[in-house]
């Protein structure tokens, strides 16, 4: 399998790993998860705190500098082996090669032509590193009395990594010595990297994601050196910061969900050499074969030889890919920015809007997105604005009038409107909403293309402005798209021009878009991981920055923005938001032996 690469502790610049005593060194962790187990800070100290976690953090990797486990070499000195080992355990590899492509990072290189729908790669699951095979290893003690790595898969991935690094006779070596030393998730971002991104989606799981990370390894750290059953550990002699950052950051660019061997149940898995394709638009080409018991995937499209080999990792908006993938994908076709909706319960005509919304299956509260495609609003969105801007009459109409019910069922159909005003109406609130939020942020959009034609900013930085753009881009459309179409229904007002009527035989037309026009509103699978769920104890809608904005309607029914006050974002409680599967979007498999899976996404860049 070509040259072996020793492991060896790494060295600080003085030559000397950094001496401190085991004392210190937990006093320092006690204060660290001490802080990081706080309640969450008031609205508007979210910055504050993550300023004082990471300056703890900071403290402890200095003390720790020159203890980390690494290899000798480079990436690209191993990969050789990676695919005579793969060879050896029954992995397809006679199709491509990996190669480097600049930017891009490493990835599949076509060595012949591969057509489309063909299928070129397959990974035995004895190759897999998953939960099931860290509890039959040195970490199952720990893991058998351990409920926080038992609740949480990726947690028990990151550390079964860790051990296996640290084991010179793993049988993963050849993949883990492949991985790259760092990454580009916001969990390796200076400072001033992570300020860039205030005022947008994304920071406060940014945020988030740092706190969570930091407890999680103070947690651990004080397990592994205090409970019996990881007394044979590896991990107890050598477990820093860098070191869990590392491991967290790998999991969750690349962990993906397979079914068990029996198939009754999904669980999570690395999937070594599958691992290293890019990300491009298209659609889901990997799915698990339980009958040979491996992962498989097709070609999403054809490929000559030398070219480089995509796959699809899933309908990923970019604040997703930058915060679980560490990259930016320019032309994301799935590209969308969330908006939080409700109907005030103080609202005179709340109790007979929710129930017109109940009955199109839609919460009085609920997440939203807002796309960069057309339309850049879904049928929910269309659907929940029309009610939130009805009339007493309108609402009257769609619970007790005639054909009551075929009408919910046209709630989200941009065909049958309420009625030319109530069209108006919800055009103007979504175009002064967008409007408003732009507002927020603290640059404008020209500034932010000043920022990235800077031949000097920093890799992360540039992400960082790149999303911070990307949002605003997002809302600026969806603005003018609001605008585009206040005009055109007030236009169809003034000519007087008839309502479309909904025949009984139209009731399944109900969607914007032609892949579900036959599926109605009430039974169709939301498109975003988010959208359409309800936010508990919600009454209103928020602002992207943090502000609160309360929305009452006036007596004509035409909603106004009342007041706007700071609040403060939900902050994960557990140690779960580093690199968690679900929250990252990752969709389960409801039929495993059948199923495409979604492709958790990787690393875009090394």
């Not at 790669?121 to 040195?138: G, Q």
């Not at 940014?206 to 990881?230: D, G, I």
């Not at 939020?437 to 920093?458: G, V």
């Not at 999303?467 to 585009?484: C, D």
Request: charged share 25%; hydrophobic share 35%; proline share 4%.
């Amino acid at each position: 399998m070509g040259k072996k690469s020793r492991v060896k502790t790494q060295k600080s610049g003085s030559g000397a790993s950094t001496v401190v005593s085991p004392k210190e060194m937990m006093n320092l962790i006690s204060e660290l998860l001490q802080k990081c187990s706080s309640a969450a800070p008031s609205a508007g100290k979210e910055w504050e705190e993550y300023i004082q976690i990471r300056g703890m953090v900071e403290k402890i990797c200095k003390k720790q500098k020159g203890i980390s486990v690494v290899f000798e070499g480079s990436r690209e000195d191993h990969f050789a082996d990676l695919m005579s080992w793969a060879e050896e355990n029954g992995a397809s590899c006679d199709g491509f090669t990996v190669a480097n492509f600049g930017t891009e990072g490493y990835g599949l290189r076509a060595t012949m032509d591969i057509k489309a729908d063909e299928l070129f790669l397959w990974i035995p699951r004895k190759m897999l590193m998953t939960v099931e095979s860290a509890k039959n290893s040195v970490l199952g003690p720990l893991y058998s009395q351990d409920r926080i790595m038992q609740a949480m898969g990726n947690v028990t991935l990151a550390l079964h990594l860790l051990c296996e690094r640290a084991n010179a006779a793993s049988q993963w070596l050849p993949y883990i010595r492949t991985l790259p030393q760092e990454y580009d998730t916001p969990l390796y971002y200076q400072q001033d990297e992570v300020e860039l991104l205030l005022g947008t989606q994304a920071v406060q799981d940014v945020l988030s994601q740092y706190k969570n990370t930091a407890r999680q390894y103070a947690y651990f750290y004080k397990l592994v050196q205090t409970h019996p059953a990881a007394s044979k550990l590896a991990l107890k002699d050598s477990f820093t910061f860098d070191d869990y950052r590392w491991a967290v950051s790998s999991v969750m660019t690349r962990q993906n969900q397979i079914p068990t061997e029996d198939g009754s149940r999904v669980t999570l898995a690395l999937i070594p050499l599958w691992d290293m394709c890019n990300h491009t638009n298209g659609l889901i080409t990997t799915g698990y074969n339980l009958e040979d018991d491996r992962c498989e995937c097709v070609a999403l499209q054809d490929y000559k030889e030398n070219e480089q080999i995509y796959i699809f990792y899933g309908t990923r908006s970019n604040a997703e890919f930058v915060i679980h993938n560490g990259f930016f994908y320019q032309d994301n076709a799935h590209d969308r920015v969330k908006i939080k909706l409700g109907v005030s319960k103080s609202e005179r005509l709340y109790a007979m809007k929710a129930e017109v919304l109940a009955r199109a299956g839609i919460p009085a509260s609920c997440v939203f997105a807002l796309h960069s495609n057309e339309p850049p609003i879904s049928a929910q969105l269309l659907a929940f604005l029309r009610v939130f801007c009805m009339t007493e009459e309108e609402l009257k109409d769609y619970l007790l009038g005639d054909h009551a019910i075929n009408k919910i069922f046209t709630l989200g159909n941009s065909e049958f409107p309420v009625s030319w005003e109530n069209e108006i109406k919800l055009w103007t609130f979504l175009e002064t909403r967008a409007a408003l939020l732009l507002k927020t942020y603290k640059t404008s959009s020209e500034e932010d293309r000043s920022m990235l034609e800077k031949p000097d900013l920093s890799v992360h930085s540039r992400v960082a402005v790149q999303l911070r753009l990307a949002e605003k881009q997002i809302l600026e459309k969806v603005s003018s798209n609001g605008r585009a179409k206040r005009l055109h229904f007030q236009k169809k007002l003034e000519d007087g021009e008839p309502l479309l009527h909904c025949e009984e035989s139209d009731i399944a037309l109900l969607e914007n878009t032609d892949a579900d026009a036959k599926l109605p509103i009430i039974l169709r699978k939301l498109e975003e991981v988010e959208e359409g769920q309800e936010i508990p104890a919600e009454e209103h809608c928020h602002l992207l920055n943090g502000e609160e904005a309360v929305y009452r309607m006036e007596a004509n029914g035409d909603p106004v923005l009342e007041e706007t006050r700071e609040v403060s974002k939900d902050v994960h409680p557990a140690l779960d938001s580093s690199a968690s599967s679900n929250q990252n979007g990752q969709q389960e498999v409801a039929d495993p032996s059948a199923s495409r899976t979604e492709e958790n996404p990787k690393e875009r860049s090394e």
